[in-house]
């Protein structure tokens, strides 16, 4: 019985791992560093109206380009400061070739704090006076509008998802 040789053995591994990777676009998912969402029919009247997330975190954004948010976290490696800010400001709603994004300004604090789960010693008191935030904007799976960003290490991909407030 001929037997290969180690090195083709390793090749071939090599080889079947890059086709994998270029087929799944590598171990990152689909929006890795926020590559967008393609989403591009979504209107700002459909936009605007309140929107919520956990531990009370609300967002109105109404028609008119203003804003008001309540306990809403950082964007990206802010996160992990573990502050929330509450406060006023404008948005709008953009349309970039990767997709549609709502670009949120914070103007105004008005009230500072931090998750409730977040030990002491990791909260940051230090939480901006003014902020922007850029939340993509896509649709779940009945087709109603969804607004999120990434927060934490962009290869881990956590999604802090903000969805319409029933009402």
Partial sequence: MRRHPWWAALASSVALTAALGACTGGLAGPYQYDGGTGLHDATAAEAAGIWRSVEQTELRLRPDGTADLSLLDGQGFDFDDAWRVTGSGTWKLTDDPEGQEVHLSMTTRTAVGTRAATPAPTASPDAPSTYTWRFSV??????????????????????????????
């Fill in 138 to 167: 896509d649709r779940d799976e009945r087709e109603e509008l969804v607004l999120f960003f990434f927060y934490g290490d962009p290869d881990v991909g956590n999604t802090y998802l903000m969805t319409r407030a029933a009402i």
